[in-house]
């Protein structure tokens, strides 16, 4: 029965220490497998239901977990956010009409499981984070990343920046993370891009932070973003009014140049994402948060993540379910995905 359940409609599955190289174009894909003919409940917790993976070659794009929440301020909980939003991926289906997207008949596509994060020691974890993704972006395969609190793009923009230089980053969130240090430590969710910036793996000038909203400790708490060259989108410029313009504006400034996507789900407002560890209110919608990610359709994505998930605070497991929806509609934009 499992091996019936692992062919059907995937394509041939992949053993966890499969080495092959890059499938030829004309090759079976691996496919989540159709709730018509597989019970959405059966099989392995993977994301969609996809193969599990151990190594990234002959992958186009994967799914990866990292299951980090000891960099956290306040609420902790994301390290069970790769879980559920695994869990909540079972409702995803295989087309993204509204986008014109077939993403696994262009991509090879896989979930390689999670990075063994070292959840007593966080300089340890974005050591092991950093080598991971290392060995994924090598390899060509674009990592589409489950978090996990925002310390861990860090790491991962560390080796993103190894292969292609400084990334511009679209990041959506209600909070810069550009602070320097919090009682005494350079390193927590909330200091990620400030140390982007000091080891010059951004590219400055394409910089977008959208949704940024909430109290602060001074009444210009963006002067360090704009003075690197960032440019800040409060929430309240965003209030009630379509994103399309906006991101017609960031995909001309983008460029054809590499491009990280970084989503904070606490971007958006807490009646539709109470599961996260430092909600703020009136927030993005989840429709502007689908214009914000279909905006980068065409643009040089080369990875993206989905952020501070913690499902403890959210019974209902909508959050995760939000999260999941996102990160697929990340995998629809990247490059090589063909459109209808």
């Known amino acids: 029965m499992l091996r019936l359940l692992a062919t059907w409609g995937a394509g041939p599955v992949r053993s966890g220490l499969c080495h092959s190289c ?91 499981g999670d990075v063994n994060v070292n959840l007593y020691n966080l300089q340890d974890s974005c050591g092991r984070i950093r080598e991971a993704y290392q060995k994924i972006v090598a390899s060509g395969c674009v990592p589409l990343t489950l978090g996990g609190d925002h310390t861990i793009t860090y790491p991962i923009l560390q080796a993103m920046a190894e292969k292609h230089g400084p990334v511009g980053l679209l990041h959506v969130d209600a909070h810069t993370d550009t602070t320097d240090k919090a009682l005494g430590e350079k390193l927590y969710h909330g200091t990620p891009f400030r140390r982007c910036v000091d080891e010059g793996l951004l590219d400055c000038e394409r910089v977008v932070q959208i949704g940024i909203r909430g109290s602060a400790a001074t009444l210009d708490p963006y002067r360090y973003n704009r003075s690197q060259g960032f440019r800040v989108v409060l929430a309240e410029d965003c209030w009630l009014k379509s994103l399309v313009p906006l991101m017609a504006e960031v995909r001309q400034q983008m460029g054809g140049k590499p491009l990280y996507i970084s989503f904070d789900i606490d971007a958006l407002d807490p009646a539709y994402a109470p599961g996260t560890g430092t909600p703020e209110i009136a927030g993005l919608t989840p429709s502007q948060a689908l214009e914000i990610i279909r905006g980068c359709q065409g643009l040089n994505v080369v990875g993206g993540d989905l952020v501070e998930v913690s499902p403890q605070y959210d019974v209902s497991g909508n959050t995760a379910l939000l999260a999941a929806n996102l990160l697929f509609e990340m995998l629809c934009t990247l490059p090589k995905v063909t459109t209808a």
């Open 22 to 112: 890059r499938q030829a174009s004309d090759a079976p894909r691996n496919q989540p497998p159709s709730p018509d003919w597989v019970a959405r409940p059966v099989g392995l917790c993977s994301m969609m239901r996809l193969p599990v993976q151990a190594s990234p070659e002959g992958l186009d794009a994967a799914f990866v977990g990292v299951p980090l929440d000891i960099g956290t301020s306040n609420r902790p909980g994301a390290r069970f956010g790769p879980r559920r939003i695994r869990e909540e991926s079972a409702m995803l289906r295989a087309a993204n009409p509204s986008m014109g997207a077939l993403p696994f008949q262009s991509l090879a596509v896989a979930d390689l």
